[in-house]
Antibody, heavy 122, light 114 residues
Framework: EVQLVQSGAEVKKPGDSLKISCKASGYSFTDYWIGWVRQKPGKGLEWMGIIYPGYSETRYGPSFQGHVTISVDTSITSAFLQWDSLSDSDTAIFFCARARTAWDPSDPFDIWGQGTPVTVSS | DIVMTQSPDSLAVSLGERATINCKSSQSLLYASNNKNYLAWYQHKPGQPPKLLIYGASVRESGVPDRFSGSGSETDFALTINNVQAEDVAVYYC??????????FGPGTKLEIK
């Protein structure tokens, strides 16, 4: 079964660092782009960025460039979303998702992780 | 960057009726070389991840009931849900994935039962 399993909920303070994970299984991890999507409380979906695990090419949305880092570890078929310094405005649910077609970033997301809630509060 | 808009923000329909959600992009999503529209629709229920319904503007994802259909081209698109069921209550998003990132989502349309 193709699936993405994300790490659990996080509660952090402003200024903390954080790295959440997305474990892929059931398919060739290095062949499909993986992306991250944010949903703030009561708001819609926001496209954050994508990475190609085959050679770690990464593309970010303009609102997220410089604020988060997307990475992968192919040895454990996992993608990561990382913050060096969280702020209150980072409180959201974060979804990882796989592009539908191998090798093609220009594709919708067909497989989604369950979401990781992140709460940032002093 | 491409900006996506949706209308209405929310709609309420009776069980068994038809619901139509509209999506507009700030530039054409039709790729001339393959005549494909780079537009997808998702269904998002609370507490669950989004679910891909439609891609290529009109191609139903495997397992999606045929009462869901997509239409449109270039900058104007629609998602139609025929014979609306109680389990269709959700927020529906369009997304463009044309050319280079970012692949923006629309703001969403909330579907409720009247």
């Amino acid at each position: 079964e193709v699936q993405l399993v994300q790490s659990g909920a996080e509660v952090k303070k402003p200024g903390d660092s954080l790295k959440i994970s997305c474990k892929a299984s059931g398919y060739s991890f290095t062949d499909y782009w993986i992306g991250w999507v944010r949903q703030k409380p009561g708001k819609g979906l926001e496209w954050m960025g994508i990475i190609y695990p085959g050679y770690s090419e990464t593309r970010y949305g303009p609102s997220f460039q410089g604020h988060v880092t997307i990475s992968v570890d192919t040895s454990i078929t996992s993608a990561f979303l990382q913050w060096d310094s969280l702020s209150d405005s980072d409180t959201a649910i974060f979804f990882c998702a796989r592009a539908r077609t191998a090798w093609d970033p220009s594709d919708p997301f067909d497989i989604w992780g369950q979401g990781t809630p992140v709460t940032v509060s002093s | 960057d491409i900006v996506m808009t949706q209308s209405p923000d929310s709609l309420a329909v009776s069980l068994g009726e038809r619901a139509t959600i509209n999506c507009k992009s700030s530039q054409s999503l039709l790729y001339a070389s393959n005549n494909k529209n780079y537009l997808a629709w998702y269904q998002h229920k609370p507490g669950q991840p989004p679910k891909l319904l439609i891609y290529g503007a009109s191609v139903r994802e495997s397992g999606v009931p045929d009462r869901f259909s997509g239409s449109g081209s270039e900058t104007d698109f629609a998602l139609t849900i025929n014979n609306v069921q109680a389990e269709d209550v959700a927020v529906y998003y369009c997304q463009q994935y044309f050319n280079d990132p970012p692949y923006s989502f629309g703001p969403g349309t909330k579907l409720e039962i009247k």
